[in-house]
T-cell receptor, first 113, second 111 residues
Framework: EAGVTQFPSHSVIEKGQTVTLRCDPI?????LYWYRRVMGKEIKFLLH????????ESGMPNNRFLAERTGGTYSTLKVQPAELEDSGVYFC???????????FGNGTRLTVT | QKEVEQNSGPLSVPEGAIASLNCTYS??????FFWYRQYSGKSPELIMS????GDKEDGRFTAQLNKASQYVSLLIRDSQPSDSATYLC???????????FGKGTRLSVIA
């Protein structure tokens, strides 16, 4: 089966610009998660979708971040406007059920200059 | 604040030796414990999960859990250069709560 795919793999934008990250989970996986790793820090949870519904968005840093999963398939994470501290690697993961192992994508490395 | 602590390393071991990776966690209610391996520039890959006290073995890997001490470890026997990677410890209170990750321990196996 195809794994979790993320696009783009890298993005360099200027402060104040907008960036949209995309995640395609493994087909049939209802659970989709966004995580972020800032340099030197641990991977931190951002939010969790079950199908198209936001199950938990307690990790979203502020209202500059908007995640969607229309139709319960792929998900997008938009950062608008981007700030310097948003730089990091954004990981998407999916699982079939809440107790199933997470499968991670390769991440999108975001650099805000 | 739920925390998962790991020594960042690098931990260097000779080929064929046992590598011991340690992790402590702060939330005494944690129920699920995972070890992920991450090669540079790649995605984290699940290698072990453990849910009850004691040891769990899978090939060259053994996970050890001690809930009383809030401690989970990963042993890698007969370490190979291909085991060189960052090992992430992740903990969840329940199946419906998000994983909390440690910063990871970088392991280097020297041929």
């Amino acid at each position: 089966e195809a794994g979790v795919t993320q696009f783009p793999s890298h993005s360099v934008i200027e402060k104040g610009q907008t960036v949209t990250l995309r995640c395609d989970p493994i087909s049939g996986h209802d659970n989709l998660y966004w995580y972020r790793r800032v340099m030197g820090k641990e991977i931190k949870f951002l939010l969790h979708f079950v199908k198209e519904s936001k199950q938990d968005e307690s990790g979203m840093p502020n209202n500059r971040f908007l995640a969607e999963r229309t139709g319960g398939t792929y998900s997008t994470l938009k950062v608008q406007p981007a700030e310097l501290e948003d730089s990091g690697v954004y990981f998407c993961a999916s699982s079939r059920g809440a107790h199933s192992p997470l499968h991670f994508g390769n991440g999108t490395r975001l650099t805000v200059t | 604040q739920k925390e998962v602590e790991q020594n960042s390393g690098p931990l260097s071991v000779p080929e064929g030796a046992i590598a011991s990776l340690n992790c402590t966690y702060s939330d005494r209610g944690s129920q699920s414990f995972f070890w992920y391996r991450q090669y540079s520039g790649k995605s984290p890959e699940l290698i072990m999960s453990i849910y009850s006290n004691g040891d769990k073995e899978d090939g060259r890997f053994t996970a050890q859990l001690n809930k009383a001490s809030q401690y989970v470890s990963l042993l890698i026997r007969d370490s190979q250069p291909s085991d060189s990677a960052t090992y992430l410890c992740a903990v969840a209170v329940s199946g419906n709560t998000p994983l909390v990750f440690g910063k990871g321990t970088r392991l280097s196996v020297i041929a």
